[in-house]
């Protein structure tokens, strides 16, 4: 009766960790390709069209704090622009935004960019 069970546990087991020897540095990543993600984020953001990202082609996966609690951006700057965008590290952007009463509230924040398996702009700051 054992034998019948040792097959289908190590078939689970070899399916399982099909994808397990993937590291992080073997994953594509694009510094271009992130950077324009986090610009086409921020401009979508910015012209109040942060929910059409999804429906892009490639769509981008955007989260903010701020953009979910209804902040409007109204301009940003990239505080290293020639930098490169890596996997995993922190760009730096300065948002400048209104609340709904029209106060103006500048935030320092990061954002992590990923490329695989889809494009995504996260805030990490917080």
């Known amino acids: 009766?054992?034998?019948?069970?040792?097959?289908?546990?190590?078939?689970?087991?070899?399916?399982?960790?099909?994808g397990c020897s993937r590291t992080a540095a073997e994953a594509p990543f694009?510094?271009?390709?992130?950077?324009?993600?986090l610009i086409a984020a921020l401009d979508a953001w910015k012209?109040?069209?942060?929910?059409?990202?999804?429906?892009?082609?490639?769509?981008?996966?955007f989260w903010d704090d701020d953009l979910l609690s209804g902040l409007r951006l109204s301009e940003y700057e990239i505080e290293e622009p020639d930098r490169p965008v890596k996997l995993h590290?922190?760009?730096?952007?300065?948002?400048?935004?209104?609340?709904?009463?029209?106060k103006r509230v500048r935030r320092e924040v990061r954002y992590q960019v990923g490329t695989d398996p889809t494009l995504s702009v996260l805030r990490s700051d917080r």
């Open 1 to 18: 009766m054992r034998g019948h069970l040792v097959l289908p546990a190590l078939l689970a087991v070899i399916v399982g960790c099909s």
């Open 30 to 37: 694009d510094s271009e390709e992130a950077r324009t993600a």
């Open 47 to 61: 012209k109040g069209e942060a929910k059409s990202l999804a429906k892009r082609n490639p769509p981008i996966r």
């Open 89 to 102: 590290q922190d760009v730096s952007v300065i948002l400048e935004m209104r609340d709904a009463k029209g």
